[in-house]
């Protein structure tokens, strides 16, 4: 005798409930048997947090679905299914835009979703998320398909049940203050977060719920545009000093002369400008967490007094003699390789041996495979809500173009470039269209992954790869020219050039300084009068 299909479809997903299982797996079967039971062309589940519904498994959708963050007063299908008692379909003229419209795979271009129905996971009689499935094809859904799917939607209500309760149960047994400071994280949302389901990704993840609870100094390295305050942001709000603030301070930003007073404070009549008091950073973050961005950037005389302050808690404001104490966690990030600055001479070795108790270095973007497509997909979320289209999405040959890149500006590379394509996109169309789809061609990538050749200006030789040169001496070549032709081009001028570097002026001052470009005057244009410079009295650079 042959099962009823809804018996063969629950009863291995009821054997699951009492197996240990990640919850994305979990989640994943249960759409696998969803659309076994209910043929469609998309299935996927999604988890209310906060006022938005954050894709946690997909079936049938484009694969940056799972980046993209859904705000529901700005989908009325979502906020309609939250609101319903049991499923919901809706009629296939319904005029309220489908969030899915041009994301369902199994069709090229961006058809609209024609058959859509849906149901409210409730979790503690409260709406937890939601069931959907999709169709491109109208009357794909029945009456008797609605009853099937709030059998089904109870089942997932048991499955994300489980999954709660295994994930509380390890949470409790790594930190038991984890469960408070998800609630603490409920009511004040940060609105980024790091996305990634990579190797290397769930390994710094890993890391990073291993050393949050814990009160060391941490050090964050990566390329540029990685997100590194992200990851400082991720540690502080799962330590035990979340509740309290976390102040940051980008190093690089601030000349020298003002770093002191930035960190430890002053008294009126310090220096010139100084009319009041006023505290610094480490008094602002007592009892939470002091952020130093660029921290390989501070000068040699700072990072002695910056040293005192980790080592004693105490600091002195700037004209003052009176002992402040404080207590802060440290967490300190830089895009440099902070050994090679102490080899170099630019960093303290016992000031670094004090920062990197617990290093993580944050992976580039080109090292994370298919987590570009989920970043794709958060962005390309921010930018329909913010300009108001009715569905953005990515085409395959755009998709792999993304995956191809190489991605030297990591991630903050990805959210300029999607920005931009999408504007551009939107201003080639002669009606505003609904959905909007991104070719290749529209976001101007290399199709093959390599490093943009950068000629050799006129005067200057070619980067030497003799043998004999190290890396470090090739890079700092490159570095070198890059840098004086960017100058030469802007006149000299120095914000003209940290502009079309990409850098902040004070970035540039202290990187000329380093490859012994700094002294160029402001008035040289050709080769000899560079070199005349160079052999001459050392001229001023200009600021």
């Known amino acids: 005798m042959t099962s009823h299909p809804l018996l063969q479809a629950i009863i291995p997903l009821v054997a699951d409930l009492a197996r240990e299982l990640p919850a994305t797996e979990r989640y994943r079967r249960l759409l696998e048997a969803l659309r076994v039971l209910l043929p469609c062309d998309a299935a996927a589940l999604l988890r209310l947090e906060d006022g938005w519904l954050v894709p946690l498994a997909v079936d049938g959708l484009s694969g940056d679905t799972l980046g993209r963050r859904f705000r529901v007063e700005e989908h009325p299908r979502f906020a309609a299914l939250l609101e319903a008692e049991g499923p919901l379909r809706f009629p296939p003229d319904s005029t309220l835009p489908d969030p899915y419209d041009g994301l369902v795979e199994s069709h090229r271009g961006h058809l609209p979703v024609h058959d859509c129905v849906g149901c409210a996971v409730r979790f503690d009689h409260k709406p937890w998320g939601l069931l959907t499935l999709d169709d491109l094809a109208p009357e794909r859904f029945s009456s008797l398909d609605l009853a099937v799917l709030q059998s089904f939607g109870s089942l997932a209500a048991a499955t994300v049940s489980v999954a709660a309760r295994i994930e509380q149960l390890h949470s409790r047994a790594e930190h038991e203050s984890l469960r408070a400071e998800g609630y603490r994280l409920a009511a004040t949302p940060r609105s980024r977060s790091l996305i990634g389901r990579s190797p290397s990704m769930r390994q710094l993840q890993k890391e990073i719920e291993l050393v949050a609870a814990s009160e060391l100094p941490v050090l964050i390295q990566g390329e540029t545009g990685v997100g590194k305050e992200l990851v400082a942001e991720a540690l502080h709000a799962r330590s035990a000093r979340a509740s309290r603030p976390m102040i940051s301070l980008n190093c690089a930003a601030l000349p020298d002369t003002l770093v002191e007073s930035e960190l430890f404070g002053h008294v009126k009549g310090a220096f010139t400008g100084a009319i009041g008091e006023r505290p610094g950073k480490f008094e602002l973050a007592d009892g939470g967490t002091l952020f130093l961005d660029e921290v390989g950037e501070l000068a040699l005389n700072v990072q002695a007094k910056l040293l005192r302050v980790l080592q004693s808690g105490q600091l002195q404001r700037l004209g003052s003699d009176r002992e402040h104490r404080v207590d802060v ?201 560079r070199g005349a410079s160079r052999s001459s009295a050392p001229q001023r650079s200009s600021r």
């Open 329 to 529: 966690r440290l967490i300190a990030a830089s895009n440099r390789n902070l050994a090679d600055e102490v080899r170099e001479g630019r960093l303290r070795a016992d000031f670094y041996h004090r920062l990197s108790v617990y290093p993580l270095h944050v992976p580039p973007l080109r090292e994370r495979g298919r987590d570009v497509l989920l970043l794709g997909g958060f962005f390309l979320e921010e930018n329909r809500s913010r300009l108001g289209l009715g569905g953005l999405r990515l085409d395959a040959g755009a998709q792999q173009a993304l995956l191809a890149h190489g991605w030297p500006g990591n991630v903050r590379e990805l959210e300029h470039l999607l920005g931009r394509s999408v504007l551009k996109a939107l201003g080639r169309q002669p009606n505003r269209p609904r959905i909007l789809s991104l070719t290749a061609e529209d976001l101007d990538l290399p199709k093959t992954r390599t490093e943009p050749a950068v000629p050799p200006a006129e005067g200057h030789a070619p980067v030497t790869t003799a043998q004999n040169v190290s890396l470090r001496e090739a890079v700092a070549q490159l570095e070198r020219r890059l840098v004086t032709d960017t100058l030469a081009r802007h006149g000299f001028n120095r914000a003209a050039a940290a502009r079309a570097l990409g850098l902040d002026r004070a970035n540039l001052a202290r990187l000329a300084k380093r490859l012994g470009v700094a002294e160029l005057p402001g008035n040289a244009r050709g080769t000899g009068q």
